[in-house]
């Protein structure tokens, strides 16, 4: 069973640029949520979704969107890239089945670095 | 208003020994907490889990302990080998809350042969 696939893995970027990265979720999970990952701020959540409809949102601002397709796949989008920005965005997908108990499979993630 | 923390950004411990991460958390709305293990440039890996109503479970070398009246768990570790050597996060998982799971800062671990 293929993992978590997240595209690309590492991109440079300017400020005020914008950037959309995409993930794939393992096969049948249709539940898929974003995180960013910066040195001392462990793993923040950004948003999740569910059937083509976000259930979750993180405490980020409204230049970080994102949405789900037909098929489950994912992509955000960051607007006005910040130097702040820079981190490591991972997504993890998970079956999205009432009563889960928390285990999310995650990609490798996306490197951005904003300039 | 971090929820769930790791106080200790890292810890070396001797391989063959005890390795004992912590975790606090403040939201009482948790109803399940989970330990993920990541390896530099790889994504997290779920390591262990527990209920909100049980107070230890056990997975061969790993062993999370949790004190609700604390708001605390750990995660041990025994005995501890170099291939360890992980960033551990700490989590929980909403009760009612979908699917959202908040992580803490992660604890660096460092097994030295």
């Known amino acids: 069973k293929a993992g978590v696939t997240q595209t690309p893995r590492y991109l440079i970027k300017t400020r005020g640029q914008q950037v959309t990265l995409s993930c794939s979720p393992i096969?049948?999970?249709?539940?898929v949520s974003w995180y960013q990952q910066t040195p001392g701020q462990g793993l923040q959540f950004l948003f999740e979704?569910?059937?083509?409809?976000?259930?979750n949102k993180g405490n980020f601002p409204g230049r970080f969107s994102g949405r789900q397709f037909s098929n489950s796949r994912s992509e955000m989008n960051v607007s006005t890239l910040e130097l702040g920005d820079s981190a490591l965005y991972l997504c993890?997908?998970?079956?999205?089945?009432?009563?889960?108990?928390?285990?999310?499979?995650f990609g490798e993630g996306s490197r951005l670095t904003v300039l | 208003d971090q929820q769930v923390k790791q106080n200790s950004p890292s810890l070396s411990v001797q391989e063959g020994r005890i390795s004992i991460l912590n975790c606090d958390y403040t939201?009482?709305?948790?109803?399940?907490f989970l330990w993920y293990k990541k390896y530099p440039a790889e994504g997290p890996t779920f390591l262990i889990s527990i209920s909100s109503i049980k107070d230890k479970n056990e997975d061969g070398r790993f062993t999370v302990f949790l004190n609700k009246s604390a708001k605390h768990l750990s995660l041990h570790i025994v005995p501890s080998q170099p291939g360890d050597s992980a960033v551990y996060f700490c989590a929980a998982r909403y009760s009612g809350g979908y699917q959202k799971v908040t992580f803490g800062t992660g604890t660096k671990l460092q097994v030295i042969p």
């Open positions: 993890a997908s998970s079956p999205g089945y009432t009563g889960w108990t928390g285990e999310l499979f």
């Open positions: 096969s049948g999970h249709r539940s």
């Open positions: 979704y569910f059937s083509e409809t976000q259930r």
């Open positions: 939201n009482s709305m948790f109803d399940y």
